[in-house]
């Protein structure tokens, strides 16, 4: 095949199947504390493309940068800020929304801000902030209205920091989880539900906060606490103090275990690499395809294909390596299908490991499909005999409400989506339940037109009951709305 012809294959497609939330990692320190903050944001960029910003409070007041990471990552735009800023206390933020942490002056005092989540009804809470008195948002491109400077109106509505970050949270359709830098501390919220994790770092000199719990490791803290739903936190150098208690029991969002969080990390008490290892694992108790080597796509696939090789006794292979020196991003180029082009760009084809093979491919998901059947096109194009695709979660029927871990713009997007709706015409919506059953006949058909479409040799997706069983612990804790609709 001609790098012409597969560049022409690979311009077909109009999305990408990248999935994107934020992050966001705090310090508190009776020591200068950018050094921790600067390496502690930047272990979030794995949640994160387009923006990346910290603030500081020090002898000089607050200090705030924000850089465009699109191009090349946090730490390289932010090496001279590291050597410039001083504090004590600060937040930082990798974000693929909007620019942040802001600064804030308001009758509760100076601030900084920074969260994570979804908010659905923007412009209703744009309304009511306009009848309440505020003047103005500053406008972002494309129209939009910075969810953050939303968040701080809302917030700024309180007779105090707590009390406005549970009245922007009783408002806000969606799930918010929030960092304020006050020049005393740092307030750390989840959001409500629990979808998104906060968790409390301690070393001797004071207290860190962070998304994910792996960030601080390696900077000498030591696990505190995790915050439960709708929980408040108010964290200074010498204690962190509990302002408002757990609403309830979390529900956290199970796609952290399976694509989103990183490796070393834990929600709840159970550690990602080890939940998609048990994953692998199932998938193959269900499974008893022949096949030459199992191999999990790059780098979201890995552990739940190691998990999935060792039950199969089928060897572990990589078919191709990520290349990764100059093309550390999927989605640089303002063009979709550039986009799409560079994502599979950065996969090497290793031939020896796939002509006239016969191949297990794992990947965490299948959202729209494009990728996917870009990876299929270029097995097959070098030489692959079978490509049998596994997931490592259910069919995805419905677009997420809490997160931004897609950018459909409707449901008929998901490729899950459109086949019922081939196969059930008008009355697809009022149908779509029957599908999230893995015994029904109308879930066997739609996974073989997701198949027939992809041109895999042949389709299995995890199992929900299988895939909570993977994680060892009460179906009740875990948010699975993308895969059954149920809140």
Known sequence: MTFIRFYVILLAYKVTEAKHLSGFFGVVSKKDCVFDLFFGTDYHSHLGTRRGGMAVYGEG?????????????????????????????????????????????????????????????????VKRAFAEGTTHFLEMSGGSINATELTAAMINRGATIPEGIRHAQSLIDGSLSILILTSEGIYAARDKQGITPVVIGKKQDGYCVAFESFSYLNLGYEHCKELGPGEIDFLTPESVQTICPPLGNAKICTFLYVYYGYPASSYEGLNVEQMRYNCGDMLARRDNTAADSVAGLPDSGTAHAVGYANRSRIPLARPFVKY??????????????????????????????????KLILIDDSLVRGTQMRGTANFLYHNGAKEVHIRLACPPILYGCP??????????????????????????????????????????????????????FTSLRYHRLDDMLASTGMPACKFCTYCWNGKK
């Open 61 to 125: 007041g607050f200090n705030r940068a924000i850089h465009n990471i699109e191009n090349s990552p946090f730490r390289t735009k932010f090496e001279r800020d590291f050597s410039e800023m001083k504090g004590n206390f600060g937040i930082g933020c990798i974000s693929d929304s909007e620019p942040q942490p802001l600064l804030v002056r308001s009758h509760l005092g100076n601030f900084a801000i920074a969260t994570v989540g979804r908010i659905n009804n923007i412009d209703q809470l």
């Open 402 to 455: 809490y997160l931004n871990f897609s950018r459909s713009t409707s449901e008929l997007e998901l490729i899950a989506r459109r086949k019922i709706a081939l196969l059930e015409g008008k009355n697809a919506d009022a149908r779509v339940e029957a599908y999230t059953d893995p015994d029904s006949p109308e879930y066997a058909a739609m996974v073989e037109e997701i198949r027939k479409e992809l041109q």
């Open 324 to 357: 990764t020196p100059t093309w550390p991003r999927s989605f640089m180029p303002p063009n979709q299908s550039r986009r799409d082009l560079i994502a599979h760009m950065k996969l090497i084809p290793i031939d020896a490991m796939i002509n006239g093979k």
